[in-house]
């Protein structure tokens, strides 16, 4: 087989588009579909389990429903961990793509075929494990079609992500047009009295399925041998690295800078948490209050609740290019990342704080099964709450991801990026719990703790940000 540089040479060769490999735009199409169905299954999810069984629904209390989506998005982030080690030791990259890709789709047809609980647990299952497969090394594939320092290959990263976006940006639209108005069935009154959750699973089922068509056809063409097979240590390669450890000799004062970069990584990633949990509610919890409390109505239009789940993404698409010009500018990068990322945590907490605007403009009587709204909140409320949300996720998420690339060493660089992977498993799980309670607590009490709390941490994250910048030795 050729050596990796004439691998690459070979893909060059085949041409580009806006000068990057043509493979690079397949792997975009195919993360888009994945996305497409995974973002349209999760924005209506919470809606299929808590509407009644004559609704098309699961009728599953809203507190369980909050565990179940909790868990599942937790362990959505959890699975990648293993997914990408079998594929490195044993599948290679391409094969675990396509089981994943394939188990993903047989989740969502199962979804589409049984109404059930049993239906429910094992299609979410089957998205886990997929989900584990599929995610990793899809990502890993694209840094693969590069030379090893090619400055191109972030501009790939960020071409890549945009199909994650627009992704997540077109599924809740399309999945949620089917659900909550194409199959749905209204009485005279113009309300829903039964929607059609099943078909918005069988589209994101179509979504996946088309994803890995394309990908199993033309990955052949693009991607040549890249990530067919998993590479293989020779006993020269393991022999040479045993040498190179037996001479290393270590600095004290490189070892220090190396561990205190480290902890640095560690009490990061321990603020993230906290701020994903919150973030997360987008899915739960502000997803029920908006479909029973949130004046949907535009003119003579009800806009499906699933929609709102497109706001993020959209407005991530609009102002990431602002964000990474600020970043980059002279003002820009003087601020470090602890700072950025305590910004992010304030800003989300300032963002709940439009929430509790809403609960006070909402009038109900009665309570439990008996409660009826007669005043719900404006829509206004709900939308400033989502563009703050995306402002700080802007602030945290993407310089969370460069900073593990800047302070990790070399050799522990996949590890810590698991550590960071595995803040958002904790965070949608406790997300869950935080959901679970809004029922028993009230909306008011568990939003504004939230903000309470996340605005408190932001401020804590601010007053240690010199101290971590100093423990970052140089790293901005």
């Given amino acids: 087989m050729d050596s990796n540089k004439d691998l690459i040479t070979r893909i060059e060769a085949q041409g580009t588009i806006f000068g990057h490999p043509k493979g690079?735009?397949?792997?975009?199409?195919?993360?888009?579909?994945?996305?497409?169905?995974?973002?349209?299954?999760?924005?209506?999810?919470?809606?299929?389990?808590?509407?009644?069984?004559?609704?098309?629904?699961?009728?599953?209390?809203?507190?369980?429903?909050?565990?179940?989506?909790?868990?599942f998005t937790g362990f959505v982030y959890f699975t990648p961990l293993f997914g990408?080690?079998?594929?490195?030791?044993?599948?290679?990259?391409?094969?675990?793509?396509?089981?994943?890709?394939?188990?993903?789709?047989?989740?969502?047809?199962?979804?589409?075929?049984?109404?059930?609980?049993?239906?429910?647990?094992?299609?979410?299952?089957l998205l886990v494990i997929g989900n584990g497969f599929f995610k990793p090394n899809i990502s890993t594939i694209v840094g693969q079609l590069y030379r090893e320092g090619d400055s191109k290959k972030d501009a790939a990263f960020s071409?890549?992500?945009?199909?994650?976006?627009?992704?997540?940006?077109?599924?809740?639209?399309?999945?949620?047009?089917?659900?909550?108005d194409t199959f749905a069935v209204r009485n005279t009154g113009g309300e829903i009295i039964s929607y059609g959750?099943?078909?918005?699973?069988?589209?994101?089922?179509?979504?996946?399925?088309?994803?890995q068509i394309f990908f199993n056809l033309l990955a052949k063409k693009y991607l040549l041998e890249i990530g067919l097979k998993p590479k293989k240590?020779?006993?020269?390669?393991k022999q040479e690295a045993k040498l190179a450890k037996a001479n290393e000799v270590v600095d004290p004062q490189f070892k220090k800078i190396e561990r205190q970069r480290l902890w640095v990584i560690y009490i990061l990633t321990f603020f993230v948490i906290f701020f994903w949990a919150g973030f997360e509610q987008a899915g739960s919890s502000l997803t029920l209050y908006t479909d029973k409390y949130i004046n949907r109505y535009v003119g003579g239009w009800e806009i499906p609740t699933t929609f709102f789940q497109s706001f993020n993404p959209i407005l991530?698409?609009?102002?990431?290019?602002?964000?990474?010009?600020?970043?980059?500018?002279?003002?820009?990068?003087?601020?470090?990342?602890?700072?950025?990322?305590?910004?992010?945590m304030i800003l989300l907490g300032l963002g709940f704080l439009f929430m509790i605007m809403?609960?006070?403009?909402?009038?109900?009587t009665g309570t439990g099964n008996t409660e009826v709204v007669t005043q719900k909140a404006a829509l206004i409320w709900l939308l400033l709450t989502y563009f703050l949300h995306t402002i700080g996720e802007l602030c945290l998420s993407p310089v969370g991801l460069s900073m593990i690339t800047k302070l990790a060493p070399i050799r522990l660089a996949s590890l810590m990026m698991g550590v960071w992977m595995l803040s958002s498993f904790v965070a949608n799980i406790l997300g869950g719990f935080i959901a679970k309670y809004t029922e028993v607590l009230g909306a008011y009490t568990i939003f504004m703790s939230i903000s309470v709390f996340v605005i408190a941490l932001g401020l804590i994250l601010l007053f240690l940000s010199r101290r971590l910048s100093k423990m970052m030795h140089g790293i901005v």
Avoid at 107 to 124: A, Y
Avoid at 159 to 177: D, H, K, Q, R, S
Avoid at 197 to 211: D, E, S, T
Avoid at 327 to 340: H, L, W, Y
């Fill in 24 to 71: 690079l735009f397949l792997l975009f199409f195919t993360e888009m579909w994945e996305r497409f169905s995974y973002y349209g299954m999760r924005g209506i999810l919470m809606l299929y389990m808590t509407k009644l069984w004559i609704e098309n629904g699961l009728n599953i209390p809203s507190a369980d429903a909050s565990l179940v989506y909790g868990f």
């Fill in 84 to 125: 990408g080690l079998i594929a490195d030791r044993f599948l290679g990259q391409r094969l675990a793509i396509t089981i994943g890709g394939i188990t993903m789709f047989v989740g969502q047809l199962i979804l589409f075929l049984f109404n059930t609980h049993l239906g429910l647990g094992v299609g979410l299952f």
């Fill in 159 to 180: 071409i890549f992500y945009m199909g994650i976006n627009l992704g997540a940006l077109l599924a809740p639209l399309v999945i949620g047009t089917l659900a909550e």
């Fill in 197 to 211: 959750f099943k078909y918005g699973f069988l589209v994101a089922a179509i979504g996946m399925g088309l994803g």
């Fill in 233 to 237: 240590v020779t006993k020269e390669e």
């Fill in 316 to 344: 991530i698409v609009s102002l990431a290019p602002i964000f990474a010009w600020l970043f980059t500018s002279k003002f820009g990068s003087k601020i470090s990342t602890p700072v950025k990322m305590s910004l992010g």
């Fill in 358 to 364: 809403a609960t006070f403009e909402v009038k109900t």
